[in-house]
């Protein structure tokens, strides 16, 4: 569907421009294993940044987004670009027996994920497309301490604070029956909350006390 509505225009400046509903691409990510002949074009002739082949893997690693959070990492960037970071990123981890930082509290990464389930979102790096992507709040007990066990022995997911998304409205592919979703879950779906377990409550006050 994207190809066949990609154009090519051209003027005095820029003689091969990739266009997409009349807006100019000025990047394009590859993330197939053939490159489309306009999108070819266009870089070839100067119009377009192409990143293709084994780049595509680096520049769509969701471990990406862990080294732009993790504050313990930023030695080499700005204070504002330090705070636009802290608006538009989520918190994000690598999933490993580590201690972090978590809402202003230290906290051993393991335990964090094992009693504050509803709070996050655990996801496997390399996948996209919504695969292996598990939302804690809609997500068992049971089913998240085996995702979780999967995670600490992979080295290759992430952890982000679950950031709740506005309502949307859509439809059901199969039969066209209207539907609304909410951080891509639809809202009819149960929480999968339960109540946490006495040693997630003795963590949790001990956390709490130690940060008062």
Same mark, same amino acid.
């Given at each position: 569907?994207?190809?066949?509505?990609?154009?090519?225009?051209?003027?005095?400046?820029?003689?091969?421009?990739?266009?997409?509903?009349?807006?100019?691409?000025?990047?394009?990510?590859?993330?197939?294993?053939?490159? *489309?002949?306009?999108? !070819?074009?266009?870089?070839?002739?100067?119009?377009?940044? &192409?990143?293709?082949?084994?780049?595509?893997?680096? &520049?769509?690693?969701?471990?990406?987004?862990?080294?732009?959070? *993790?504050?313990?990492?930023?030695?080499?960037?700005?204070?504002?670009? /330090?705070? !636009?970071?802290?608006?538009?990123?989520?918190?994000?981890?690598?999933?490993?027996?580590?201690?972090?930082? !978590?809402?202003?509290? /230290?906290? !051993?990464?393991? *335990?964090?994920?094992?009693?504050?389930?509803?709070? &996050?979102?655990?996801?496997?790096?390399?996948?996209?497309?919504?695969?292996?992507?598990?939302?804690?709040?809609?997500?068992?007990?049971?089913?998240?301490?085996?995702?979780? /066990?999967?995670?600490?022995?992979?080295?290759?997911?992430?952890?982000?604070?679950?950031?709740?998304?506005?309502?949307?409205?859509?439809?059901?592919?199969?039969?066209?029956?209207?539907?609304?979703?909410?951080?891509?879950?639809?809202?009819?779906?149960?929480?999968?909350?339960?109540?946490?377990?006495?040693?997630?409550?003795?963590?949790?006050?001990?956390?709490?006390?130690?940060?008062?």
């Amino acid at each position: 569907m994207l190809q066949r509505e990609l154009l090519v225009a051209a003027d005095e400046d820029v003689p091969h421009q990739l266009l997409l509903g009349g807006s100019r691409i000025h990047a394009v990510v590859e993330m197939e294993k053939s490159t *489309d002949q306009k999108v !070819f074009r266009c870089f070839k002739a100067g119009g377009l940044n &192409l990143y293709n082949g084994p780049v595509w893997q680096m &520049l769509s690693d969701k471990r990406n987004i862990a080294l732009l959070s *993790d504050e313990s990492l930023d030695t080499e960037l700005t204070a504002e670009e /330090r705070s !636009f970071l802290q608006r538009h990123v989520p918190w994000t981890r690598l999933v490993r027996p580590e201690r972090t930082r !978590f809402r202003d509290e /230290r906290v !051993f990464l393991p *335990d964090l994920l094992e009693c504050r389930r509803e709070e &996050l979102v655990v996801k496997n790096a390399l996948l996209y497309g919504g695969k292996e992507v598990y939302v804690g709040l809609y997500t068992s007990p049971s089913e998240w301490t085996e995702v979780v /066990r999967k995670a600490l022995a992979s080295q290759q997911w992430v952890v982000q604070e679950h950031i709740p998304s506005p309502p949307t409205s859509t439809r059901m592919a199969s039969t066209g029956a209207p539907r609304t979703m909410s951080s891509g879950v639809p809202s009819s779906s149960e929480s999968a909350m339960a109540a946490p377990s006495s040693a997630c409550n003795q963590w949790r006050t001990r956390q709490w006390s130690t940060s008062a």
